[in-house]
C-alpha cells in the first residue's frame, strides 16, 4: 500500500456519459498530480495541485477537469467519454511542490464501451 | 515541448544476464528520476539524481546522470525475475519544476 488511495479501481462506462475518479494522496503530502496512461501513449501528465490550487496543466482535454478540496483530496471529472478515453488514470502525490519523487496510486482502469 | 526517449523500447534477458536502458532529454534537466512499474502494478520511485556525473547504486541497480544532465542510464547486473516490469526515466518539465514529464519506458522481460 502506498499510501495514495483511488476508486474506484475499474469503472465501465457508455460513450457519452461523465465518471469521477478519486484521489486521497498520501498524509502530509500537499501536492496531487494526476496522470492517464495508455498503450501508445505512456505516461501523460494531465494536472497538477499543491495545497489547493491548480499549479500546472498538461494536455488535459476541455472535457476533463479536476479540484483538490481542503481536505486535500482530489477528483478528477471527465466528462463526454469518448472510446479513447480508455487508459488507465493514475493519481500522484508529493510533499511539496515538486521535488522528490511521486508516490503512485494503483490506478483506475476506465474502460468506455 | 519536452521530449525524453527511452531505449530500448523492450529486451528480453535470460536471468543473470546484465540489462541497460537508456534516457534522453531534448532539454536540460535539473534532475532525473527512475520509476519502476510492474506489469498490472503502478509506477514506483526509485532514485533521484541531481548532480552532472552523478553515479548512484542500489544494490544491482547502477544510475547515471549525464555530465550535460540531458540523458541517463539504468544498469542492472546479473538480472533476476524479480525485475520484470517497465523502468521509466522523469524529469521535470522546463518551466514547471514541479511536473514531471515521463519517459517513454523500456520493458524488461526475463525469462530463466
Known amino acids: 500500500d502506498s499510501g495514495v488511495t483511488q476508486t474506484p479501481k475499474h469503472l465501465i462506462t457508455a460513450t457519452g456519459q461523465r465518471v469521477t475518479l478519486r484521489c486521497s494522496p498520501r498524509?502530509?503530502?500537499?501536492?496531487v498530480y494526476w496522470y492517464q496512461q495508455s498503450l501508445d501513449q505512456g505516461l501523460q501528465f494531465l494536472i497538477q495541485?499543491?495545497?489547493?490550487?491548480?499549479?500546472a496543466k498538461g494536455n488535459i482535454l476541455e472535457r476533463f477537469s479536476a479540484q483538490q478540496f481542503p481536505d486535500l483530496h482530489s477528483e478528477l471529472n471527465l466528462s463526454s467519454l469518448e472510446l479513447g478515453d480508455s487508459a488507465l488514470y493514475f493519481c500522484?502525490?508529493?510533499?511539496?511542490?515538486?521535488?522528490?519523487?511521486?508516490?503512485f496510486g494503483s490506478g483506475t482502469r476506465l474502460t468506455v464501451v | 515541448g519536452q521530449q525524453v526517449m527511452q531505449i530500448p523500447q523492450y529486451q528480453h534477458v535470460q536471468e543473470g544476464e546484465d540489462f541497460t536502458t537508456y534516457c534522453n532529454s531534448s532539454?536540460?534537466?535539473?534532475?532525473i528520476q527512475w520509476y519502476k512499474q510492474r506489469p498490472g502494478g503502478h509506477p514506483v520511485f526509485l532514485i533521484q539524481?541531481?548532480?552532472?556525473?552523478e553515479v548512484k547504486k542500489q544494490k544491482r541497480l547502477t544510475f547515471q546522470f549525464g555530465e550535460a544532465k540531458k540523458n541517463s542510464s539504468l544498469h542492472i547486473t546479473a538480472t533476476q525475475t524479480t525485475d520484470v516490469g517497465t523502468y521509466f526515466c522523469?524529469?521535470?518539465?522546463?518551466?514547471?519544476?514541479?511536473?514531471?514529464?515521463f519517459g517513454t519506458g523500456t520493458r524488461l522481460q526475463v525469462t530463466l
Open positions: 500522484a502525490s508529493s510533499l511539496g511542490d515538486g521535488g522528490y519523487g511521486y508516490t
Open positions: 498524509s502530509g503530502d500537499l501536492s
Open positions: 495541485y499543491y495545497n489547493g490550487e491548480e499549479r
Open positions: 532539454t536540460t534537466l535539473s534532475n
Open positions: 539524481l541531481v548532480k552532472s556525473g
Open positions: 522523469a524529469g521535470p518539465s522546463t518551466g514547471t519544476a514541479s511536473k514531471l514529464t
